[in-house]
Every structure is written in C-alpha cells, then in structure tokens.
C-alpha cells in the first residue's frame, strides 16, 4: 500500500566492520573479532545465530556463514572462529591467509537458525570439532540468565581442542572435554537416559555426529522437537554444469568450485538467499524444465518435494543432466 | 467399538489418532471409562510394553467392565481412580521423576486426553510428542469466554454456562492450554433469542 | 513534532471524533474496488512523510486517550496481558525496540538515557520519567511487556519461533477485533487463525508464515487488515461481546454515517534481536463513514468492496446483518466514475462526487 513498494532484498541487514584481532586458537583455527568503525554498538543477538561473511577474493565474491561465539551481553565486539579447510571452496583458507587487522569488512545483521528453547528446564550441549562455536555464545547466554546447562565437547586432540582449556577451567562442573586420539567417547545413551523432563540436547559438529545423537535420541524415545542441530553445510563441489533461467532469458555456467546461488548471483541476477547453507527455505527455486537429475543437499525441502523434481534449493544442491531451467 | 468418527473442522480443534507402541524405557499411560479399550488394543501389539508401562485409569461409568482385562495385561503399575481430580497429585509425581524418553500415551474422553496433555507438558514434554486415541463420550470442557469458567460434559448446542448462567453456543476453536473449547454469547445481538438445544454433532 | 492530543472516549458517549489530519493520513486499507485475502505484505521501511507508515509506532492524537481507554481494560480484566514465563526476554525486547524507536522518531516526546544497563525513560505525554535496571523486571512496576505497552498505541503479540513455526506466547490485547488472548496464548500460527473463512483454503496462511519464519533483525515489514465495527469501541473482545454485541443493532439510516465505523489494522513484524521471538503490533485506527466518504475515491471504492464482498467474509468480520443498510449509505457517494489504483486520497486527482 506504500506510494513506493519496497521489495525485500536479498539476504541479511548488512554491517560495516573493521578487523579489530586475528588470534590463531591452534594449528587449524583462527579467531576473528570485528568491531564497528565508529565504536558504535553490534546489534544484540539471540545465542545460536550466525553472521554471514562477504570475501572478495580475485574478482569472486564469497558470502558465507560462521556462528557467532562472541558473549551476546558484549556489545562491543562480534567474534567467529573459522577452520581452515584445505579441501573446501577456498573461504576459509581466504580468511586465513588474507583478513588482518585494520582490514574493512562487512557482514550481515545475526540470523538465528539455531536458537535455544527458552522454555528448557535443562539444555545439554553436544559439539564436536569448530562445532563448539555457538554453544561458546550459549554458555554466556545462560551464565547470564542463570539457566541450567551442560556440555559434551568432542575434540580430535588436546591441542586441537579450541577453547576447550578455557571452557574447563570456567566451567570445571559442566563442561566436558573428551579427546577422540585419547580414545575418550561420549558415553551418549548414558546421558540421554537420565535426563530430567524438559531438557533439550543441541547438537553441532560433523554429519557424522549429528546423526548419531539423532538417532540414539530417537531410539531412546526422545520427541524429534526437544532435539536439535545445526550442520554446517558448506556448498560441496562438484562437475560443473549449465542452467538456463528462463526469467532473466540467460545460460549460465555453474563452475565446480562455485554453488548454483553464486552462479546465479555472478550473472547479476538478483536471487533472494539467507542462510546459504541449505536450511532456510529463502532461495527455494521452482524448477521449469528438467532432463536430467537434481542433486539434492539442502535440509529444507521434504522427501516429496526432493522426488518431484520441482523444487531446488540453489544455496547447495547441483544438477547433473541434460536440461535445467529455473524460475529466475 | 466406542470410537467416534469427529467431522472435519478448523485446525484448531484436536485431531485425535490411534495408540502406537514407541521406543522407550518408560510408558505412562493414563484413560478414563472406554478409553481402556485403547489401551488394550495398544497391549495386543506390544505385549512387552506392558511390562513397562505405568497405567492410570478412572473407569467412571464402565464401573468394574475393563479393570481385569486392564490387569491381566500386566502393566508394571496400575492405578484404579474415582475420578480424574483424585489422580492428579499421582499423576504429578510420576512425572516429577520422569525422564525424557517417557512415552505417554492418552486414551477416552477429550476432556480427560486434554488435561493430562497439560500435566505432561508442563513437566516438559512437547505436546505433539505425546500421543492421543479417543473413545466413549463425545462431551466437551466448554469455556465461557466471558466468566473464564469451564464447564464440564457439555453434549448441546446452546448451553448454559455453569458459572455465570449466560446462554452460550459451542466453538471449534479449542485451546490446549485450558483444555477446553470456547462457548460464546448466543444472544448478545438479539438478547432473549435462544434456539432450541441440538445435540453435538446432530 | 507537535502534535495535539484529544480528550476523548471510545465507550460510554463515545466522543471519539477523527480531526481533519487524522482523516487524511487514515490507512486506507484497499487498492482496488474489491477484497479478496492476499498475503499482502510489504517491507515496514518509512512511507510518505506524515503517513501513518513514516515511523516505526505511529503516535497520534489519539495517544493519550486510547492509553486511558487501555487502563480502563486492564483494571477490569488483567487476562487482557499475559506473558508465559519463557517470555520475558522477548518482553525485554520490546521494550527496548519501542523506547529507542520512538526516542529517535520523536524527540520532543519521548527521551532514553542509557548507562549501560541503567536506563532512564522520559514519556512527556503522559508525564513519565522513569530510571530502572535494563533486564531487572524488579526496577519496573511490572513485567517490561505491559509496561512499554501501556505507553504504546495499539495491541502486541510476542511469537516465540520454534520448530518452523510461531507460538503465541505473550501479548498485550485490548484493542482486539473479537479474538481472545486468554484463549488463544500457546496457539501456534495456524491454529489461532483456525476460525479465519477460506483463507486456510487458499494457501494464505502456509504463504504468510513462511514469510514471517524469515523475517530479520533491521528488516521489519507491515500489511494492513480491516474490519467493521459499530461505534468507536475499541474493546470489541469476544470477553465482553454480550455486552457490545447489541449495539450492531442500534444503527439507522439516519445514524450510520456517524456511528458505523471501518477499523484497520497497521500490521508489522519486528525480529527481536536477544529472544528471536517476531514483535507483531497490531495498531487500529477507526474512522465513522461519514468521514470516509469525505474523500470521493474512499466513499466510490468503499461502497463496491462492501457491496461485492462474499459473504463468508462479511459474516465472520461480524457486519453481515448491517450490509443491506451500508451499502444502502455508501452507495449515495458511489458515482460509478472510476477509482485510481492504490490507497491513496488522490484529492487532486479524483474528481469530487458527481450526483
């Protein structure tokens, strides 16, 4: 009804940030802690959310997500932690190599696709590996507020256990460190057959993992809504293929190392996203015209939607095949 | 068969299914009156979750008819109530024990499957993990939505609120919560014009 | 910005009255000459200066009054704003959106001094000046929810997001068009749209949720939604219907064009930053007939939405019983000329009534 209708663009709120420290946790991880250029506060944020970072990297721009696992209370300052990938799309490796301090950079307003449950009387942390990220945000959440909680915290090795001394020596009672190469596991159905009415278990960390607590959760006879997990999906790669969009009347070449969203986004068409990561449902696409076979990778779509071959999340999933044409 | 074939509604108004045997160490099971059936039927699929199961059952006007058969299908407990008012505090401490991965499992009356639904998910369990069968009596928890009071076993259309004495019509709209169905003023536009009473789902 | 407040009321003698401002920047709710339900959102980002739609809550002559009208609700049925106990973050929120909001958009109003979390809230309308403790509901006469909102034109529900879908777990409710908090707090989207006609149907609501789901912090987003409602009543509550139920039937033709009024609702959706549960304010603005049809477009369109509306929608809106006699009303300011699309007055540009 406005005089001037204002379309929704695409993805998050930006911010302009300036690179305030670069702290290198251990042989594999990297901290980067931002800070506005005019001292101006971050926006507050619910623990559990994740910024979306822009890297502009030899003519190709990069966006993707990192949780935040700075202290939500803390204003002043948003912080990720980014392992390095020698085998991925380059984003990490790029963070690595060429973010320093002093550098300007910009980043999205907090998107939160893995909140806590507020109602919880108890939430049980399980993380593994760079998946400790946003349960460093939710234990300072909850420290804050008083709330009831506990972590399993699975690491490769002690020196590539980021945080884990910190998160020890804090909270000596609560957080549990175990070290896969001192064969120390989780004991999972231990824990999941104790606990209290009203607890949740939040889960991030490998595939692998995540699976797992699923499924040990659900044979224990767990309700799927009191279990919950968020997957870093980092677009794979895979053979290069084309895509004609028939709203825009353009062919585009999707390359292997690059996400059909980016493809679409580096011929200048202006495709909604969000979470880049295959769990938000923004970039849902309708397929036109398809010979060949959709190579779904995304948690959004249900099984009926992945079968039909009328749908296809762009953010992560590919096309192998003859013919594709998207509603773009 | 005492199970009633409820006509499509709105999607607030509860859609009751069947009782499923679910993984799980524990089972809480609680019915009133033809809701036993239910339970039976459950027991002739999985024998061994009797075993496990903790049954709390208040037969009402069924009297003696299902309490052997409720025996003989050996639940680990069994509890024989007067009414549900009276079983509430046991309902209560069983669930303060609880873990999560209790399987709870509610079978009769809506009015009976609603206010448990509230005990257990007070205690923590999501509601939709908690699973529903209906039998017996179709009668409604009505609440006035002008006095707050509920009225119980409500089976016309209009009705007179317990509470406060004003004529009400009967709503689909249902609220987990109060475990109860909204009745409303029939006569606020046209004071004195009051159908004739129909019997629910006539 | 000055803005004069009225003294009125919005029960007993009604002496609600619109200024000639107020009739001008009213939300006119349709953009063509017919209704049918739409996901009809828009991004809440400013609108023309002196529009309803320019800041984020709208303040306006009616302020003060329609915060005496609240209190009024409140002190009779404290049911009318609830919080559950997981809530009160959100409550926070809120309170923390609409103070900086409406310090920034109106200055001479309102003021917030923030030290770190002592803050000190100044309401000049209504003679406030308040210092409490950010997040320590014991610094606050009550909950943060009801406090901001008994400052704040319009009603409130807090949704709490999970499991792909919005709970409505809190809110402040006394400006209702004929639905019950009470009743409705826990509800999930669908289910407390549950009595909606038809929408369900046609896939509005699977449409409007995914959209709302994906709402972000610093990218709010508004509609509009109307209704009818026989003198100016704010508290048309399904609590207390049988008492204002009967005055749909005191309208006459000799009546109608003062007491029958048209009641939208300014919509928006705010991301709360802290709890991730959407602000949903649900502003209503009430205008008499008879002012509706002081701008020719508004009378000629709204006598052809009226007249063509089906009738599953006047019925559940509540004025089915009264259409005869509106559209009888409305139809001596309906030309038959046609109408500019859009909302706007035009007044320039739409010639005046000619009969």
């Known amino acids: 009804m406005s005089a001037a209708p204002q379309k929704a663009r695409a993805g998050a709120e930006k911010i302009d940030v300036v690179v305030a420290a670069v702290v290198p946790v251990n042989e594999l991880v990297t901290r980067f802690e931002f800070r506005r250029p005019d001292g101006a506060e971050f926006p507050p944020f619910s623990a559990g959310a994740h910024t979306v970072v822009e890297m502009h990297d030899e003519g190709r721009t990069r966006l993707n997500p990192y949780s935040l696992m700075s202290d939500p209370g803390d204003r002043s300052l948003y912080a990720i932690s980014v392992r390095r990938d020698d085998e991925g799309r380059g984003g990490s490796l790029y963070m690595h190599r060429h973010v320093k301090p002093g550098d300007a950079m910009t980043i999205t307003y907090p998107v939160n696709l893995f909140p806590l449950d507020l109602r919880a009387r108890k939430h049980v942390f399980f993380a593994g590996g760079i998946g400790i990220t946003p349960f460093m945000a939710m234990i300072a959440q909850l420290e804050q507020s008083n709330g009831n909680w506990e972590l399993h915290y699975a690491c490769r090795s002690a020196a590539l256990g980021s945080y884990a001394d910190e998160l020890r020596g804090k909270y000596p009672n609560k957080a549990h460190i175990y070290y896969d190469d001192q064969e120390q596991a989780i004991a999972l159905d231990d824990l999941l057959s104790g606990q209290p009415l009203g607890t949740h278990v939040y889960v991030c960390g490998p595939k692998g993992m995540i699976a797992w607590v699923k499924t040990r959760a659900a044979a224990l006879g767990w309700p799927d809504e009191a279990v919950h997990s968020e997957e870093f999906l980092a677009p794979q790669p895979g053979a290069p293929f084309e895509v004609r969009l028939c709203k825009s009347d353009l062919v585009i070449q999707v390359g292997e190392h690059e996400s059909l969203l980016e493809a679409i986004e580096r011929a200048g068409v202006d495709a909604p996203f969000l979470c880049r990561g295959g769990a938000c449902g923004q970039c849902e696409t309708d397929v036109v015209e398809l010979d060949g076979e959709i190579v779904h990778r995304d948690h959004w779509l249900d099984e009926a939607e992945h079968a039909s071959g009328k749908k296809i999340m762009p953010c992560v999933s590919r096309f192998v095949g003859k013919t594709l044409v998207l509603d773009r | 068969m005492s199970k009633f074939q409820f006509p499509e509604s709105i999607t607030s108004r509860p859609v009751y299914g069947t009782l499923a045997p679910r993984p799980g160490k524990a089972h809480l099971m609680i019915a009133d009156a033809e809701g036993a059936e239910a339970l039976l039927d459950l027991a002739a699929q999985d024998a061994g979750l009797m075993a496990k199961a903790h049954i709390l059952y208040i037969p009402k006007g069924t009297g003696e008819t299902y309490v052997e058969k409720l025996r003989a299908a050996g639940p680990a407990q069994l509890y024989i109530g007067p009414s549900y008012a009276a079983s509430v505090q046991r309902l209560r401490r069983v669930l303060s024990d609880a873990h999560m991965g209790l399987q709870v499992y509610l079978a009769g009356t809506e009015g009976l499957m609603g206010q448990a639904m509230n005990e257990a998910v007070s205690a923590g369990i999501p509601h939709s993990a908690i699973q529903t069968e209906h039998r017996g009596s179709t009668a409604r928890r009505m609440q006035c939505v002008h006095c707050k009071g509920i009225t119980e076993d409500v089976t016309t259309d209009p009705f007179v609120c317990s509470h406060c004495g004003l004529n009400l019509f009967v709503r689909d709209h249902y609220s987990r919560r109060l475990a109860a169905f909204q009745g409303v003023c029939i006569d606020a536009e046209d004071p004195g014009e009051i159908p004739p009473a129909k019997e629910l789902y006539s | ?355």
């Open chain 3, 1 to 355: 910005m000055t803005i004069q407040f009225n003294n009125e009321t919005f029960r007993d003698d009604y002496s609600f009255r619109n200024s000639p401002w107020a009739i001008k920047r009213f939300p006119f709710p349709f953009h063509e000459d017919s209704y049918m339900y739409s996901v009809n959102m828009e991004q809440h980002r400013g609108g023309p200066a002196g529009s309803v739609y320019e800041k984020r809550f709208d303040v306006d002559e009616h302020y003060l009054s329609e915060m005496r009208d609240r209190a009024i609700v409140l002190a009779e049925d404290p049911l009318r704003c609830q919080s559950l106990p997981h809530m009160t973050l959100a409550g926070w929120d809120t309170l923390e959106l609409i103070m900086t909001c409406k310090a920034e958009d109106y200055p001479d109003l309102f003021e917030l001094h923030r030290d770190g979390n002592r803050w000190r809230w100044i309401n000049k309308p209504m003679g406030i000046d308040q210092s409490f403790t950010f997040l320590d509901e014991t610094t606050l006469p009550c909950g943060p929810l009801e406090y901001i909102t008994r400052q704040t034109q319009g009603d409130f529900a807090v949704l709490d997001q999970r499991d792909e879908m919005l709970w409505m777990d809190a809110g402040m409710v006394t400006t209702q068009a004929d639905w019950s908090l009470d009743f409705d707090i826990g509800m999930n989207f669908f289910e407390w749209h549950a009595p909606v006609p038809l929408a369900h149907e046609m896939g509005i609501f699977q449409r409007a949720l995914k959209f709302l789901l994906n709402v972000q912090q610093g990218a709010p987003a508004r509609r509009l939604n109307w209704t009818m409602t026989v003198n100016p009543l704010l508290d048309t509550s399904p609590e207390n219907y049988h008492k204002w139920g009967v005055q749909k039937t005191t309208l006459t033709p000799e009546n109608i064009g003062a007491k029958q009024h048209l009641r939208v609702e300014l919509q928006t959706f705010f991301r709360l930053p802290r709890s991730n549960a959407l602000l949903f304010p649900i502003r209503c603005y009430l205008i008499a007939f008879q002012d509706v049809v002081s701008v020719p477009k508004w009378g000629r369109r709204l006598h052809r939405v009226v007249r063509d509306l089906p009738e599953e929608l006047a019925t559940y809106k509540g004025f089915i019983r009264n259409r005869p006699m509106m559209i009888d009303y409305l139809s001596r300011f309906d030309d038959g000329l046609p109408t500019s699309p859009g909302v706007w007055p035009d007044l320039e540009t739409e010639p005046p009534l000619q009969k």
